[in-house]
């Protein structure tokens, strides 16, 4: 049987290698998705309906402007039976059209379907995200790649982080 953590990391797995087929093994039908974006370096639709557009937003949309994304669920794993579950996430990708580093931080908000468990509703707050020099890429690609993947413990976000005031900050918010 299906459970909300398997279709958590259905999702992880669609949107960071850009599978938006992966989908129908993540959310319902019917699924909604909101969006609190408290920064103004990225932007998203505030709601949007069905697992059709969810998968154009997060997925195929995303993917027309970023690649080489990492995005940790940062914390504890949701229990076999649950049907709610919140968790900080991290995220590390580069920008196709300049090669800038991208590393933000938020909030997932999960609610599962009570027959599938797949997931009924996603609220995503995006605390923070900034952009960084191509000339950053390579080490904080290295180092999101080394990182236990898609379930990260906050202790390990320091192992090998690289020398970056902005992805030290992250870090800090992240293990506060």
């Known amino acids: 049987m299906t459970t909300l953590k398997d279709s958590i990391e259905s999702y992880i797995l669609a949107k960071d290698g850009n599978r938006p087929h992966l989908l129908t093994d993540a959310f319902a039908l019917d699924a909604s998705l909101a ?50 579950f919140s968790c900080d996430w991290l995220v590390c990708m580069t920008e196709k059209a300049t090669g800038a580093a991208r590393v933000g931080y938020g909030r997932y908000d999960w609610t599962a379907d009570e027959q599938t468990s797949h997931v009924a509703r996603l609220h995503i707050t995006i605390e923070e995200m900034d952009t960084l020099p191509a000339t950053s890429a390579d080490s904080i690609l290295r180092w999101a790649s080394r990182l236990p993947y898609p379930w990260c413990e906050r202790a390990v976000l320091n192992n090998d982080a690289p020398d970056n005031a902005t992805v030290q900050r992250i870090i800090a918010q992240l293990t506060r």
């Open 35 to 84: 969006m609190t974006v408290k920064t103004n370096a990225i932007a998203f639709p505030q709601e949007t309906q069905g697992r059709d557009a969810i998968a154009s937003v997060l997925v195929s949309d995303f993917a027309l402007k970023y690649e080489n994304v990492y995005t940790f669920c940062v914390g504890a794993i949701p229990a076999e039976d649950q049907r709610a």
